[in-house]
T-cell receptor
Framework: GQQVMQIPQYQHVQEGEDFTTYCNSSTTLSNIQWYKQRPGGHPVFLIQLVKSGEVKKQKRLTFQFGEAKKNSSLHITATQTTDVGTYFC???????????FGKGTKLSVIP | KAGVTQTPRYLIKTRGQQVTLSCSPI?????VSWYQQTPGQGLQFLFEYFSETQRNKGNFPGRFSGRQFSNSRSEMNVSTLELGDSALYLCASSPGNTGELFFGEGSRLTVL
């Protein structure tokens, strides 16, 4: 079955440092989505990428979708304490209604 | 617009019992997905329903079942509970085939 791998599992950064999480799928995806889950909360949608090589920005967050549509990354510039949480990627194959989540990267920001 | 509502929020059961969890999606959303979240395994897909039809099922034993009603509300049932079923069960709704999922707060199940 489809697998979505995400690294690293944990990341501790000093406030102001950058942060990147990487996502790799075992199969080609029709789209990839990113979610953020704050401690004690539920996953909240951040963005969806559809096109090969697509890059989208949301303020300090930059999302990329690989040319082969099998990998993606999320980069946060100058982390803040409000960025704390677990970031999940989730991939969907063409023709499937299932969204497969990676295991997430838990980000801690040291003030 | 009201969000996704899950009930109950917390429940404690003992091994061998069965449990039913409920999910009311956002008004107008016809797709409902269920996920099991545990610290070690992350978010694992259980099943997805659209207009009362199960379109996808994850790799869970037959003890896990679900259904969707004509008003798009969904329930999932776990029979013969095991200790390993302790988890946060998340329901998510979406308008259709692709696009973002809107998650509920989850139902936290503890099996003793």
């Amino acid at each position: 079955g489809q697998q979505v791998m995400q690294i690293p599992q944990y990341q501790h950064v000093q406030e102001g440092e950058d942060f990147t999480t990487y996502c790799n799928s075992s199969t080609t995806l029709s789209n990839i989505q990113w979610y953020k889950q704050r401690p004690g909360g539920h996953p909240v949608f951040l963005i969806q990428l559809v096109k090969s090589g697509e890059v989208k920005k949301q303020k300090r967050l930059t999302f990329q979708f690989g040319e082969a549509k099998k990998n993606s990354s999320l980069h946060i510039t100058a982390t803040q304490t409000t960025d704390v949480g677990t970031y999940f990627c989730a991939g969907q194959r063409a023709g499937s209604y299932q969204l497969t989540f990676g295991k997430g990267t838990k980000l801690s920001v040291i003030p | 617009k009201a969000g996704v509502t899950q009930t109950p929020r917390y429940l404690i059961k003992t091994r061998g019992q069965q449990v039913t969890l409920s999910c009311s999606p956002i008004s107008g959303h016809r797709s409902v997905s269920w996920y099991q979240q545990t610290p070690g395994q992350g978010l694992q897909f259980l099943f997805e329903y659209f207009s009362e039809t199960q379109r996808n099922k994850g790799n869970f034993p037959g003890r896990f079942s679900g259904r969707q009603f004509s008003n798009s509300r969904s329930e999932m049932n776990v029979s013969t509970l095991e200790l390993g079923d302790s988890a946060l069960y998340l329901c998510a709704s979406s308008p259709g085939n692709t696009g973002e999922l809107f998650f509920g707060e989850g139902s936290r199940l503890t099996v003793l």
